[in-house]
C-alpha cells in the first residue's frame, strides 16, 4: 500500500488516481499510524517552497516521515515535494528541507539563457545520468511533463536524469531509499505509470 502524505499542499487527486490505475492500494493521509503500516510513501507538492515546509511543520508529519524513511521506507517526492528532500531552499529567503538529499534548489533563472519563459512548463526529455531503480520500465528520451521555476543543484552525485531547457536541469535524484521527480509523473502519460510502477514495486 502507498500512503500519499496530505499536508495541505499537492494535486493529490490527480496522483491518486494514476497510482489506483495501475492497480497499487493508495491513500490519501495524515495519519502517522497510517503512514507506519505503509509500504512506501508520496510526498506531493505545488507552490511556494516556505509555504509548504511550514505546512509540513504543522502537519506535525515531519520527524514520522523522517523516521520511517532511516528505517529503509522508500519515499517519492514529486515536483516541490522533491525540492522539500533537499538541505535546503534559496527561494526568497533561505530555508532548511528535509536534508534527504544533498544539495540546495536554487531557480532556473540564474542557468537558462534569458528570454525563456518561466516558470518551464511542458513535455521534456529525460537524459540520464545515473541507473535509477524508477526507470525501469522507460527509455531514455522518454517524454515528461514539468512545471517548475527552481531545480536541484549541487545534487551530481545523486542526479538519475537531467532534462534540457537551454541549460541541463536536474530531472531526478535517488539515494537509496529517497527518490525524486521534479517533473509530475501523474500528468506524464504512459511513461509516467510507468515510473510510478516501478516506484512500487521498490
Known amino acids: 500500500m502507498t500512503a500519499i502524505i496530505d499536508y ?3 494535486n493529490l487527486f490527480s496522483l491518486k488516481c494514476s497510482l489506483s490505475s495501475i492497480g497499487e ?4 493521509t495524515d495519519d502517522e499510524e497510517i503512514l507506519e503500516k505503509a509500504d512506501r510513501l508520496v510526498l506531493p507538492g505545488v507552490g511556494a517552497f516556505r509555504d509548504a515546509r511550514e505546512a509540513l511543520v504543522r ?7 523522517l523516521s520511517l524513511v532511516e528505517k529503509g521506507k522508500p519515499i517519492m517526492g514529486i515536483c516541490l515535494g522533491m525540492q522539500l528532500l533537499f538541505e535546503r531552499d534559496y527561494e526568497d529567503g533561505v ?17 537558462i539563457p534569458k528570454g525563456l519563459k518561466i516558470p518551464h512548463i511542458g513535455w521534456n526529455r529525460l537524459m540520464y545520468k545515473k541507473e ?3 526507470f525501469k520500465y522507460i527509455h531514455e528520451g522518454d517524454y515528461v511533463y514539468f512545471v517548475h521555476s527552481y531545480h536541484g543543484v549541487g545534487c551530481d ?3 538519475t536524469a537531467v532534462t534540457e531547457y537551454g541549460a541541463p536541469l536536474t530531472a531526478s535524484v535517488e539515494k537509496d531509499n529517497v527518490f525524486g521527480c521534479q ?6 502519460g504512459e511513461t509516467g505509470l510507468s515510473i510510478l510502477r516501478a516506484f512500487v514495486e521498490i
Request: glycine share 14%; net charge negative.
Open 157 to 159: 552525485e545523486y542526479t
Open 183 to 188: 517533473f509530475h509523473p501523474e500528468k506524464s
Open 25 to 28: 492500494e493508495t491513500v490519501v
Open 132 to 134: 535509477s531503480r524508477l
Open 8 to 10: 495541505g499542499v499537492g
Open 59 to 65: 502537519s506535525g508529519m515531519e520527524e514520522k516521515i
Open 95 to 111: 530555508y532548511e528541507g528535509l536534508k534527504l538529499i544533498p544539495g540546495s534548489v536554487r531557480a532556473i533563472g540564474e542557468v
